[in-house]
């Protein structure tokens, strides 16, 4: 095997491995990326129904209701509102008032079925799709920021 | 005053590192001995003072110093002996003077076991290991000094995050970092070879340990972290694709394919430019990965309070640091003569292989981890990537790795014959098949599970494969037993250390086909007295009472778990909320059998008498850490082994820059 053969076998190699790669993500994409609404979004986008996305926005306060297992509260942005149902053991951090991530689907009903809540490791944190989405819709306080 | 101290010895390190980055480099490129030598004592120096600065960080949580800003904002004088003292690197500050000790630690074990390296090799290697020292220490100084003081004094911190008050957690980030910071020994060691023009079976012996000892800490590191995620977390998992797990997982797989590619240079040398864009990879992800963690620009479970400043700056080092070398790499690499050739059915062909595979699915974990980011800035929505895509993705791309890793160790260097080496694993393929018929049968035979199949099809192939590879280097039930005890005894550590790896990566695979198959998960709401039956298990609620720890109290709930009516165990999951920060976590409560782990978690109270529980018995989770140490303590056999310890033997005198090495 000469040099140029060896370099043409390297070459093809790396093809091969780069379009199988190609080909795995293409197929994979579609139902690993999720898009992130805020609740105000899901009243102004078109949100295809049946589809997994993410909400983020703030735990509306005096909103958490719980029934054994299953919590149903409300994600607000602080302009528009969307009620979400979940059912397990919700992540410590959640609490009234306080930025949430639920992944999930709308029902025809318009309640978002969460199947994850996303807890965060520090209570100083706020998501930041949750801040950006404070922010857009002008609610953003200052004070409430994360260092 | 002891703060001041460290402050005053960080920026004498500083100096050091821009002394020890310009002297040797010149003396180096001009041949003169004497200024080449200044790189040895400057590492130690470098060393001593950046460990001086550490040293009274430390001394500052140790003794609560609450006049320090960094220790008022993450300590407590309410917290235990180790996570005052961890809590130095629980920290954004604390956690670079870290990485920063650690880079010069590196710097010094140059200077200290390099004693046999040619002269200018090591001049230009510490000069370039100085070069990033300077750069980060310039970054702590600039944006994110930990000494900086607070007037006046509070009475008392604001605590550590008790997510962190952890063991398993209290040692991640050293090991972490060591593995990281490891991989910028083969980095400058890949820059000195381009300036100099050369790479050979010398440079490959020096590197080859150094990228070794790095990937047991890395390995070590994210297996830690996944443990603590998996115990404390209190969601069952171990693993999920999350932006910063990524961000150490794309150079431990960098990294894995520079240490088999750097075998290839020390034995075959060829494969050079290769392993030198590796070793440039390996430690630009390394820095992309110190980025995505203390920028914040993904959201992650890790992501901290940051600062914008600090972002941009780490994007200039990796910039800098990454254009820079991969511009020299440019330059120099078409000068780096390859010498062995090799047909594509050999053992170097097959190293190759996966050396291709593991890089590209790097560079998958790579895509689906920065997409967002670039979705964001093209406005095309904001979006997460989540574990299917990975798995989609990144499982495929490893069937053909593990198929070849079995195939390769048994294919000859240079030329060699496929069939040879497949018939002597036909035990391994009749094993696979068995294993995959039998787990299919086991799971249920419909269509889904053919994933438990496939995978513990793979992992017997790995794992008969990689022990048929050892039992044929001994002639194993070929020659007599006496013959096959002398071969043991006589093959090299390196040998071992590579079974052993392979066979505990089988087991890790095992592991996740195992969890992924049969994890059993139970929600439900209990009372005191209740009985929930999990995986043939029966737990039976008796009650939760109060606890008080040392700076938190909990609520902790007893299970006693019985099997056909026989005593298992008292699982007793906490519920724990912390004084200072005032915040809850989970503890989870374990009982593992290393077949499968029974986790209780206890939830709130719902307001009723009963509490919400989740109860999990994970299938072969105890194997994917077992594995990981496994793989881990086969990486360190190798490491003894003598060749490794021999360092760089002599170069042909001709090629010597400057006179050959005599000890300094």
Known sequence: ?????????????????????????????????????????????????????????????????????????????LTATVPAIYTGVLPDLFREGQGVVAEGRLDAGGVFQASEVLAKHDEKYMPKEVSEALKKSGQWKSEAAPK | MIAETGHFALILALFVAIIQAVVPLVGAHRGDRAWMDVARPAALAQFLLIGLAFGALTWCYVTSDFSVLNVAQNSHTDKPMLYKVSGVWANHEGSMLLWVLILALYGVAVSAFGGNLPPALRARALSVQSMISIGFILFILLTSNPFARLDPAPLNGNGLNPLLQDPGLAFHPPFLYLGYVGFSMAFSFAIAALIEGRVDAAWARWVRPWTLAAWVFLTLGIALGSWWAYYTLGWGGYWYWDP???????????????????????????????????????????????????????????????????????????????????????????????GGLFA????????????????????????????????????????????????????????????????????????????????????????????????????????????????????????????????????????????????????????????????????????????????????????????????????????????????????????????????VADLKPEKRQYTMPPRPTTDAAIHTNMIGDLYAVIGEPDGKGGFVTRLYYNTLVPWIFLGAVIMVFGGLVSLTDRRHRVGAPLRKPQTLAAPAAAKA
């Not at chain 2, 150490?248 to 430019?273: C, N, Q, Y």
């Not at chain 2, 160790?409 to 009749?430: E, H, M, Q």
Request: proline content about 5%; charged content about 15%; overall charge positive.
């Open chain 1, 1 to 77: 095997m000469t040099r140029k053969q060896r370099r043409l076998y390297f070459v093809l190699l790396g093809m091969l491995a780069l379009a199988a790669a190609t080909a795995l993500v293409l197929t994979a994409v579609g139902d690993g990326m999720v898009y992130f609404y805020t609740p105000g979004d899901l009243k102004t986008k078109h949100v295809p129904p049946d589809r997994r996305l993410r909400i983020g926005g703030l735990v509306e306060k005096g909103s958490v209701v719980k029934d054994g297992k299953t919590v149903r509260f409300v994600i607000t942005d």
């Open chain 2, 244 to 338: 910063v797990e990524n961000a150490s997982f794309m150079p431990w797989l960098v990294g894995t394919a520079l240490l088999h590619s750097s075998i290839v240079v020390e034995k075959r040398d060829t494969l050079k430019a290769w392993t030198i864009l590796l070793a440039i990879i390996a430690f630009s992800l390394s820095l992309l990965g110190t980025f995505l963690v203390r920028s914040g620009v993904l959201t992650s479970v890790h992501s901290f309070a940051t600062d914008p400043a600090r972002g941009v700056f780490v994007l200039g080092l990796l910039f800098v640091c990454t254009g820079g070398s991969l511009t020299l790499f440019a330059i120099r690499a078409p000068s780096l003569k390859a």
């Open chain 2, 344 to 567: 594509p059915m050999s053992r170097e062909g097959s190293l190759l292989l996966n050396n291709v595979l593991m890089s590209t699915a790097a560079g998958t974990v790579l895509l689906g981890t920065l997409y967002p980011l670039i979705a964001d800035a093209l406005n095309l929505g904001k979006i997460s990537v989540g574990p299917p895509f990975f798995n989609g993705v990144f499982l495929p791309l490893m069937v053909p790795v593990v198929v070849t890793m079995t195939v390769g160790p048994l294919l000859s260097w240079k030329r060699s014959d496929l069939g040879s080496a497949l018939a002597r694993l036909k035990l391994a393929f009749v094993a696979a098949l068995a294993v995959a018929i039998g787990s299919w049968l086991m799971a249920g035979g419909s269509a889904t599970p053919l994933l438990a199949a496939g995978g513990f099809g793979l992992a017997a192939w790995l794992f008969v494969g990689s022990l048929l590879e050892w039992g044929e280097r001994v002639r194993l039930f070929r020659a007599p037993f006496g013959e096959s005890l002398r071969r043991a005894a006589h093959l090299p550590r390196a040998t071992y250390g590579m079974t052993l790896a392979h066979a505990g990566l089988a087991v890790v695979i095992a592991g996740l086909t195992g969890s992924a198959t049969w994890t059993t998960e139970k929600i439900q709401v209990m009372r005191p007295g209740d009985t929930m039956e999990v995986a043939g298990y029966e737990l039976t609620l008796q009650g939760t009472e109060e606890v008080k720890g040392p700076n938190y109290t909990a609520l902790r709930a007893t299970f006693h778990t019985t099997k056909n009516g026989v005593f």
